[in-house]
């Protein structure tokens, strides 16, 4: 669902917005309102935050958050990707509060998909995201976005049997099917 009012939505206001356990974020001014992720959404955000948040205690490199944690672009742009990669070097962007400015990496578990893969997509490459991964459970697949310039090119897309690396994280190996939980 979305939401446009007469003068675009802000931190500010979204700062006020009920706690009703569904997801709130404003994307150019307007908001927009998904209820709870279901069963396998929530695994998969679970396994891939596990196997990163790992990788980084044990090789370092930066920070790893889970939504709902708020990512502040700008002050009409704020989303909570489900999973965030912030490195070394962008960790002076991480307050007590929330993001301010863009991650490193940002992970969609797909649950709308004109808002995933249009809006946030657009969104995430406009602020300089250097990798957005959407994870497509139905579509039993990765789709990873490598940004070049100011956007991102055609995805790599990764299936069931493959390997997900990234230069990000050096040494980092997510096999996809067990990140899908194909079989399980």
């Known amino acids: 669902m979305s939401i446009r009012p007469a003068t ?8 006020h917005f009920p706690d009703d356990g569904k997801r709130h974020e404003i994307v150019d001014g307007e908001v927009h309102v998904t209820p709870a ?33 708020d990512v502040v672009l700008s002050p009409t742009d704020v989303v909570q990707p489900d999973v965030v990669f912030v490195a070394d070097a962008d960790t002076h962007r991480i307050t007590a509060a929330n993001l301010q400015g863009p991650p490193t990496l940002a992970v969609e578990v797909l649950s709308d998909a004109h808002h995933d893969r249009v809006r946030k997509r657009r969104l995430y490459a ?37 390997v997900l690396t990234t230069e990000l994280l050096p040494g980092l190996a997510v096999d996809v099917t067990a990140l899908l939980g194909a079989g399980g």
Not at 38 to 47: A, E, G, K, P, S
């Open 126 to 162: 406009q602020f300089g995201v250097v990798e957005y991964w959407l994870v497509d459970p139905e579509g039993e697949r990765v789709e990873v976005y490598r940004l070049a310039g100011h956007q991102y090119p055609t995805p790599t897309l990764l299936e069931a049997g493959t």
């Open 37 to 69: 992720p279901n069963t396998r959404h929530q695994d998969i955000v679970l396994r891939l935050a596990a196997c990163l948040h790992q990788h980084v205690g044990d090789h370092g490199g930066g920070r790893v958050f889970v939504a709902p944690y």
């Open 8 to 15: 675009p939505w802000t931190y500010e206001d979204y700062l």
